[in-house]
């Protein structure tokens, strides 16, 4: 699962923590985005999860029901 994070404007969020969450295993992962708001979790078991973008100063913005399949590589753009 990859993507990029922007403001309003259209604009790269750097530094926003990412938090992927397995709906089924209760299992997360976080990273921060890079200096373009670009960020990247490799080697993802299939399944359902839940992306969250936060970033003080911004709204919290939240995806549900992201599904990664087997051997795919799944684009995840959030807008704060």
């Avoid at 530094?15 to 960020?39: F, K, L």
């Amino acid at each position: 699962m990859l993507g990029n994070i922007t403001d309003a404007a259209g604009l790269a969020v750097p530094g926003a923590t990412v938090t992927i969450t397995e709906t089924r295993t209760n299992i997360s992962y976080n990273t921060t985005t890079n200096d373009t708001g670009y960020y990247i979790f490799s080697n993802l078991k299939d399944g359902h999860y839940k992306v969250v973008g936060e970033l003080s100063g911004f709204k919290r913005v939240v995806r549900d029901d992201v599904i990664v399949d087997v051997n795919a590589t799944l684009r995840v753009d959030l807008k704060m």
